[in-house]
């Protein structure tokens, strides 16, 4: 009994030891991040990470991390562990802290180099394995090869940061062994770009220090130039100084005469030519002008002559102005055609000493005033123009410029008076003849039963406008012929508005014919008997029912549209007899409207009685399909409810309870239509009918789509097995496809095939369940077989990017060996070596990234590609130093023995003049120190590698020679050349050739060190 109270009592004391016991132990366990102490691995993995789920697999990386050191002797360390219970820093991420305790542990301890070293520390959340933080630590002494904290931090992120899935080339929290190797390859990366960077730096700063060499090389042989140009300038200037001063003592007063005379026929030229222009000028402004005055004078000189009479208001104010303007230019065009005759008659007389002649011409034609009086007039009009010209003056241009205002105010306002006169006289018939057609219409307004009164005022208006031009036609022509022109349009318009007027009140019969035709319609189907026959199965019973069809329905009833077609008939011949014209016209067309509309309501009714009668039996056996459909129907949607999801089937449900109602709601709809048939209200019937049809259509169609849904969602279940059944197939076939080619086939594509694993298996517990979401099933299904062709085709793409890459490889490395010799020529220079040994070093390194597993294979071949331009490039610059090495030196020997076969020789050579053939340069003997100049530095340039210019400095020289050939010194003259003709041939023998020393250099050109 005691043993048992002992147990009762102690087993829950024993009990809560433990529990607290192992609680204080988990806490302690996991108070701490884990922190490994240094042992000479690369890779430390926490074991809560190793062991845990999901579990990490860092197999292999420690000997990547190694090989990935040995390309720079940098030591790689990577470290992941579990997030401990530690606090968080502010503003410090947690694996940076965590990697700065880490660090200061290990840069003491035994065998860890600490001058070159990188730890990568990566930290997974413990509550998410997809979550993690990570930290970079390279050692200080890498800085100068560019692995900082600022370079290596964003290309952590590039391959770790994964917000909200937006990166899909992050490695992190799936591949950590992909991530330490990527981070360890770009850490590489950074360094092999700082290493090519300072090999630019280096090469830019050699290029820019033979720029600069050849720059002051250049400058030096343009002051040298410069420097024998000017004393060969001034040389000549003394000699040119020389022979004017003797010209001017013998020929000075003969050509001072000839001078003279030449500056006076010049200046007669220059200023007859001044003349000859302003007379043209003045002569292309007067012509029009004169024209113009000429047409005047022909067409009413003599109409202004024969006027006596004398007139008042407008007319006599135009023809005073007419007479102004004529008598004005009569005038001014005198004295213009005297000016241009005296002008004419000037530059005709004068000569190399009258040139004051010609500039008045000038003058008196552009700036010189002129008066114009009234006795500039000719004698033969000056009694028509008396007193218009008042004495004026003129500058020459203000004389021609009013001209043709002149003509055009003299010419219109003779037109005008002209004008009125014939008008008057042809208006005054002309209103004549159409108020005697007004006078003539007046009995055919009485005929039709219409009166003249609605056109007394307008025609009594006529009437004394007509007396009044009459009146006027003497005195004041203009005045009169306005007046005419405003009578004869009111007659006009009188007469037009009768003639309409006559031709309206004739129409009126077409339309009081119509509306009398659709009264008769009316009458005729109202004496009609009334059609009752109606199709369903009640039959017909008509008794009790109107015998005659009444016509009588709202909306169908003619009788309204005829009275307001009569009404609107008889508004017309009210507006008509009030000479409303416009406003009659509008109410015909009204009346003749609203009379064709009685009559097409009337085929409407009769339509609409047809259209029940017919389709009323139509109706009913959709009716009754409808019903015979439902239990079908019905059927359907029981076994969409048991197999699916409702949202597999979402709106069928209603068509069917749509179907039920109209089912049970059509027969009272039909007795409606009934009922309003025997009514005669066949409108209301047809449209009721007509709405209960489309409703019975929509309900069937409705119960086809729930069969329709039925079949889609059942095809769908069977798709979506077959199809999950077909991709674990293909999965199963990839998975030893992947293995066969796996040093191939990237990374990505790897991942994305193990991502598709886990999906289909997840599909394919959920095809064998009974019911689910078939249509997102069949999605899914879909989704996994596209994704597993494209990881089919990708390993095979893959594969074939490996062996282009590795055919081009062959081909560059190749191309390479081949271009050897190429860069071994005698003159291929520093440049193109550089180039070659660039390109030799980059090709070194391509079978060793072939041999680097899941590379970007395509983008191998892009540096291949890119390896082989830069060889291409290389070969054209050293072929071109080839060739331009052997110009030079090809140069340079020509321009030697150019030199040598004149110097010391005597120049002598015979030549015709002025039919005596004479011989110069006897005892002349050629100088060659500017030769000898160009050629050493030539020879200098060659021994420099400047082939370029080289050639330049020995054809300088060599052209010497012949620029001297072409010059020739005077009879008997002796003077010292540059070079000359010899008196012995040259030598022309073959020029020997030279092996990399330039002609008579003491040295030839050394090759660099580095060319291998």
Known sequence: MSERISRLFFAPILALALFLALGISSQAFAAQTYQPAFNGSHVYLDPLLENGSPSVNLSGLEQQLKDAGKKHNIDFYFVMALKGSEPIQQGVPFAVSRLDDLTGKWTGAKNFTSSRYVIIYVVRLDTDW???????????????????????????????????????????????????????????????????????????????????????IQRKKDEEAARIQRIADEKATAERNAAIAQFLKIWTLPILLVIALIIMFVRFRNAKARAVAALATWRTKLDPANNNYLQLESEYLGFLKSLSANFVGETQRSLDLAKTAYGTLSARIKKAIAMAQDAEKNIGSANIFSVGKLNGVVEALTVRKVTVTGDD???????????????????????????????????????????????????????????????????????????????????????????????????????????????????????TDIENAIKLKDSLKSTDKAIADAQARTDKVR????????????????????????????????????????????????????????????????????????????????????????????????????????????????????????????????????????????????????????????????????????????????????????????????????????????????????????????????????????????????????????????????????????????????????????????????????????????????????????????????????????????????????????????????????????????DIAAAGGEIRSVDNKSYSTRESHRGRSNSFGSSVNADVSSANSQLRRAQTEFGNGNYEAASRSAQAGGTSRSRSRSHRPGRGGSRRRSLGKPDQPRDRGRRAPRSGRAPSSPAGRRRPASSG
């Open 527 to 890: 004496a009609e008997g009334a059609d009752y026959s109606y199709g369903d199965a009640q039959g017909t019973d008509s008794s009790g029912l109107p015998g005659k069809n009444l016509l009588n329905e709202k909306g169908g009833n003619p009788d309204q549209p005829l009275a307001q077609a009569r009404e609107h008939l008889s508004t017309c011949l009210a507006h008509l007899l009030a000479g409303k014209l416009d406003a009659a016209q509008d109410e015909k067309a009204k009346a003749e409207t609203k009379a064709a509309e009685a009559v097409k309501l009337i085929e409407t009714v009769l339509a609409a009685r047809a259209f029940v009668q017919k389709e009323v039996l139509v109706v009913l056996d959709k009716l009754s399909k409808l019903r015979g459909e439902l239990p079908a129907a019905d059927t359907a949607l029981a076994t969409l409810k048991a197999e699916f999801l409702a949202k597999n089937f979402e709106g069928q449900p209603v068509k069917v309870e749509t179907a039920h109602k109209v089912a049970d709601t059509t027969d009272g709809e039909l007795a409606k239509v009934r009922k309003a048939f025997f009514e005669q209200r066949y409108l209301a019937a047809r449209a009721e009918l007509t709405e209960s049809g489309g409703e019975i259509d929509s309900a069937r169609n409705g119960l086809v789509e729930v069969h329709s849904r039925l079949k889609v969602v059942q095809d769908l279940r069977v798709h979506a097995r077959e199809t999950v059944k077909a991709a674990e197939q293909s999965a199963n076939a990839l998975s030893g496809k992947i293995k066969t080619n796996a040093f191939t086939t990237s990374a990505k594509t790897d991942e994305a095939y193990a991502n598709a694993l886990p999906v289909i298996r997840e599909q394919k517990s959920d095809v064998a369940k009974d019911v689910t979401d078939w249509v997102e099933a069949a999605k899914a299904a879909d989704r996994i077989t596209e994704t597993l062709k494209a990881v089919d085709k990708a390993i095979d793409d893959e594969r074939k990017a490996y062996d282009v890459a590795k055919q081009r490889i062959a081909d560059v490395v190749s191309a390479v060996r081949a271009a050897q010799p190429t860069f071994k020529q005698r003159f291929v220079r520093n440049t193109a070596e550089s180039k070659y040994a660039e390109v030799v070093n980059k090709a070194g390194g391509l079978d060793g990234a072939l041999k680097v597993a899941k590379s970007d294979w395509n983008a191998l071949t892009r540096t291949v590609e890119g390896i082989k331009n830069a060889l291409d490039e290389a070969v054209k610059v050293a072929n071109a130093d080839q060739r331009a090495g052997e110009q030079a030196e090809a």
């Open 130 to 216: 997809t979550k993690s933080s990570y930290a970079i630590n390279p050692a200080p002494a890498l800085a100068a090869e560019g692995v900082t904290l600022p370079n290596m931090v964003p290309l952590m992120d590039r391959w770790g940061k994964n917000v909200n899935n937006s990166n899909p080339s992050s490695l992190l929290p799936r591949a950590p062994r992909d991530f330490a190797v990527k981070i360890a390859s770009e850490a590489n990366n950074v360094i092999d770009a700082g290493i090519a960077n300072a090999a630019r730096q280096e090469e830019l700063r050699k290029q820019e220090a033979e720029r600069q060499r050849l720059a002051e």
């Open 377 to 495: 007039i000719p004698l033969s009009e000056r009694s028509l123009f008396s007193g218009v010209v008042n004495e004026s003056s003129f500058t020459p241009d203000e004389l021609l410029a009013d001209m043709e205002q002149l003509f055009k105010t003299a010419n219109t306002n003779c037109a005008d008076i002209m004008a009125a006169f014939k008008g008057a006289d042809q208006n005054k018939a002309d209103i004549e003849a159409l108020v005697a057609k007004v006078e003539a219409l007046k009995a055919e307004l009485t005929e039709r039963e219409l009166t003249f009164s609605p056109y007394d005022i307008r025609f009594a208006a006529v009437s004394t406008g007509r007396e009044e031009f009459l009146r006027l036609m003497a005195s004041d022509p203009l005045t009169a012929y306005t007046k005419s022109e405003t009578v004869e349009r009111a007659v006009e318009a009188i007469e």
